[in-house]
């Protein structure tokens, strides 16, 4: 369904009940004028002088047979009639008839008195209302209208009441109780119709019906520019998410649609972030695997060989040499750190990582990474040693990742050195309320130039690349995304001794 349709639904659906809530209330203002002007009516009548009388006389005749006048043409009473004109003297012989009467006229008995005038405001228009006269029983002979009696135990002395059912066909029955003690008119009936502009609220439907229709016209006219707009911002809109986002929405003037189109080229330029972002990362992964089985294949090669080897001597009845022991359990130990880096890199990489928060006694976690990694440097013959101060340290922080991440610090300053070489791993506090932590080695340390870039994914050093050609390089990411997760702060910097020393420091937990 088109807006435009949906508004002309709306405008009909608001319109018509609001017309027809308008035209009740209008319906009940009318009856209500029309019950009030009639009851006016009939009361000044009841009061006029001699009514009581020639009711009295004639209950079935009176107000019902004789000529009804038209009250409200009757003039206003601030204007006097105009003086009757008299016809001008008819020329030529006299017209033959009957003599004329002698002696005085004869009055006419059963000619009526005038009718009183109408109430104020509603003179102008004819109205013939009937009286019908009934005694206290609400009985009255025809032509008057059978009533129910027990409508006269509504009515206390000198009270109305509308009769039920009289309002159909737009007629007005009211029934009056007299002030006349009992007799054939104690009740009176009055009945009349109610006038379509006596009491209106909203003219009649041929005055507004087609000024309505106009102004529901207008009304879809004027929104047409509007509904053009918006079909061509919907248009713009699917221009850019066809082409991945590429082409921008136009913004147009500052109102309600422009801000539209605005929030719409906000949501298309970060959507777009978003999906170069998601290339970008879907592109590193690919490279990651490649790289990443193409380095595990190269050490599961080697150790493959080197266990043939074993076999073979183990065949011959050879003893099995040392040398190559500590070959294949260098590499065994090199793809089992590999798989440790994906698993948490895996997991740094997910959307919103998990951490799990918790008190670290830094100096224990000292000891599980020197216990860890000790029998990999005595295979690489690199003397691994630590300190750490009298009183523990603590921080807060995920145990497993903070342990990953030292640990990578303190396999790379093992792996990257040279045989009889030294690293070691220092903790200690200082009087702000910091910890910090040391990994400093004599390697062949790194250039200027690449120190840098030791952060990002999958770069390493010159110097390392002779040490493990297959590295990934993932041990310093990783350690750089845990610092940063948890505030801490992590520097790479050449060492006193000629190598790379790499501090981590953080806000200490208090004991």
Not at 134 to 156: I, M, T, V
Not at 187 to 214: K, M, Y
Not at 286 to 314: C, E, S, W, Y
Not at 404 to 414: D, E, G, K, P, R
Request: with cysteine; net charge negative.
């Amino acid at each position: 369904m088109t807006l435009r349709t949906r508004i002309a639904l709306t405008t009909l659906a608001v319109s018509l009940p609001l017309v027809a809530a308008l035209a009740a209330i209008d319906s009940v203002s009318r009856r209500r004028a029309a019950e009030g002007a009639l009851t006016d009516l009939a009361l000044a009548r009841l009061e006029a002088a001699g009514e009581r009388q020639r009711c009295e006389a004639d209950p079935a005749a009176w107000g019902s047979h004789r000529p009804r006048p038209r009250v409200f043409e009757e003039p206003s009473p601030e204007e006097p009639p105009p003086p009757r004109e008299e016809p001008p003297p008819r020329e030529g012989p006299p017209r033959e008839g009957p003599p004329p009467r002698e002696g005085p006229p004869r009055p006419r008995e059963d000619r009526p008195p005038p009718p009183p005038p109408p109430p104020p405001g509603l003179a102008g228009r004819p109205r013939r209302p009937l009286f019908f006269a009934y005694d206290g029983q609400l009985h009255a002979e025809a032509p008057a209208p059978p009533l129910d009696p027990s409508l006269r135990n509504g009515l206390a002395s000198w009270g109305t009441v509308t009769v039920p059912g009289s309002r159909a066909h737009g007629e007005i029955a009211i029934l009056i109780r007299t002030s006349w003690d009992g007799g054939p008119c104690a009740f009176v009936l009055t009945r009349g119709a109610s006038e379509p502009w006596l009491g209106a609220i909203i003219p009649p439907l041929r005055d507004w019906l087609l000024p309505g229709l106009i102004i529901l016209l207008a009304q879809m006219i004027a929104i047409a520019p509007t509904l053009r707009r918006l079909t061509r911002l919907t248009a713009a809109v699917e221009r850019s998410a066809a082409s991945g986002y590429r082409s921008e929405v136009p913004v147009g003037a500052g109102d309600e649609i422009g801000t539209l189109a605005a929030a719409f080229a906000t949501a298309a330029r970060e959507a777009r972030t978003q999906l170069d972002e998601k290339d970008r990362r879907e592109q590193a992964l690919r490279d990651f695997l490649a790289n990443a089985t193409h380095d595990v294949m190269i050490p599961l090669t080697v150790l493959q060989g080197h266990l043939a080897k074993a076999q073979d001597q183990v065949a011959a009845g050879e003893p099995v040499g040392r040398s190559l022991l500590a070959e294949a359990q260098g590499e065994a130990h090199y793809m089992g750190g590999l798989m440790h880096d994906l698993a948490t890199r895996a997991r740094l990489d997910s959307a919103e990582p998990r951490l799990q928060f918790e008190r670290v006694e830094l100096d224990t976690l000292v000891a599980r990474v020197m216990g860890r990694h000790r029998p990999i440097a005595r295979e690489l013959e690199v003397e691994l040693e630590s300190a750490t101060p009298a009183e523990p340290v603590a921080a807060l922080a995920d145990l497993t990742l903070l342990e990953q991440a030292v640990s990578n610090l303190v396999y790379n300053a093992i792996c990257h050195n040279r045989p009889e070489g030294h690293a070691a791993l220092i903790l200690d506090d200082d009087d702000a309320g910091r910890f910090r932590l040391r990994v400093i080695d004599d390697g062949p340390g790194i250039p200027e130039a690449d120190l840098a870039r030791l952060a990002a994914r999958g770069f390493r050093g010159d110097e390392a690349r002779t040490r493990a050609p297959g590295g990934q390089g993932l041990g310093l990411d990783i350690a750089h995304r845990v610092a940063s997760l948890h505030g801490f702060s992590l520097v790479l910097r050449r060492s006193e001794y000629g190598g790379l020393e790499a501090e981590l420091t953080g806000k200490e937990l208090a004991g």
